[in-house]
């Protein structure tokens, strides 16, 4: 099989166990004056996820890339900033050398890692641990583990208690899994296309970039995540006979209405569209668009099985054009230099 398959197939035993370390684990409460997010790929994604979701609860927060942070951004990390970084390894360059330079207190720094003897877990007050197990490909299951681990630290933050159920995730994740034709009518839709184009509005859009990047790393295929409103801003310009545009919408975000017009909008340009959603809006064959739907979920748990049918997309396209996704031809699973 696949590496980059076998461990996508390998996300329903990640999630539950990830969902049973969760409910016992011990997170940091409120009373921060300051939250600050940070990662390098798909853990930035993650980071901003969790960012917005802090904002959305009148949490002071925000999110900065490690790098930038590194570089230009220190200065805001002073002493009564809690600060959240995130990476899958523990070994990430940029994330690993901030935690080093700054005079920071070990006690307001939590790490969410994979990787609980990292560097990055040496120098945190708090280690939040994914259940991912190994993974050497693109990242599949530590995504949707480290958004899982995310989201419970927001809940303690927030004085709120999660409530996993690890048998319904981890069976609701599988059940997504096994939806295997819609991602061949998907592929059939995307065809020979040189670019793909993903949107999505609020936390749904850790998902856009999330696949954007696999595109890039997996696929080595061109691709760009922009939200829904900055798509509008222009690159909807771009819309044309044969372009795709993924459409990634929960049925109870506040922005539903949007990511529905958006969807209308780039049929009647002569664009294709993937909508991956919990619920289809328009059940039955339409022209020049593909429904990728998850099981039923609650809005926030919703990026956990948007991206599965993605992750199956790319295999499935990859199978098509003779390329052995997540192959690394540059570089490697973990970024160790600039």
């Not at 372009?243 to 664009?271: F, N």
């Amino acid at each position: 099989m696949i590496p980059f398959l076998k461990e996508i197939l390998e996300q329903p035993g990640a999630v539950r166990d990830t969902a049973e370390y969760l409910r016992q684990a011990s997170m940091p409460a409120g009373g921060y004056s300051r939250i600050v997010a940070t990662g390098m790929g798909s853990s930035y994604f993650v980071a901003g996820a969790f960012s917005l979701v802090l904002e959305g609860r009148g949490v002071p927060a925000f999110c900065e890339n490690a790098g930038e942070l590194l570089h230009y951004g220190q200065k805001v990390l002073v002493e009564d900033t809690l600060l959240v970084a995130i990476s899958q390894s523990g070994e990430s360059y940029e994330t690993v050398q901030l935690l080093r330079e700054l005079s920071l207190p070990k006690e307001r720094v939590v790490a969410i890692t994979n990787e609980p003897q990292s560097s990055l877990a040496s120098m945190a007050g708090t280690v939040i641990q994914t259940k991912a197990g190994k993974e050497e490909m693109t990242s599949t299951k530590t995504f949707i583990t480290s958004w899982m681990a995310a989201l419970a630290l927001a809940d303690s933050i927030c004085g709120i208690k999660t409530k996993w159920d690890p048998d319904w995730l981890a069976e609701a994740v599988e059940k997504t899994l096994n939806r295997r034709e819609q991602v061949n009518l998907a592929a059939d839709l995307v065809g020979d296309a040189s670019f793909i184009q993903f949107t999505a509005r609020g936390i749904d859009f850790q998902v856009a970039r999330q696949s954007a990047l696999m595109c890039n790393e997996a696929l080595h295929l061109s691709s760009s995540a922009l939200t829904g409103g900055d798509f509008r801003h222009g690159p909807l310009e771009m819309v044309a006979p044969g372009m795709t545009v993924v459409i990634i919408s929960h049925s109870q975000s506040p922005t539903r209405a949007q990511s529905l017009r958006l969807v209308d909008d780039v049929l009647r340009y002569g664009g294709n569209v993937l909508l991956v959603t919990d619920r289809n809006p328009h059940p039955g064959a339409f022209a020049g668009i593909e429904v990728l739907e998850t099981e039923p979920c609650a809005p926030e748990l919703f990026p956990v099985l948007a991206v599965l049918p993605l992750q199956l997309l790319i295999v499935e396209l990859a199978s098509r054009r003779g390329i052995v996704p997540g192959d690394f031809s540059h570089g490697g699973k973990v970024t160790l230099s600039e």
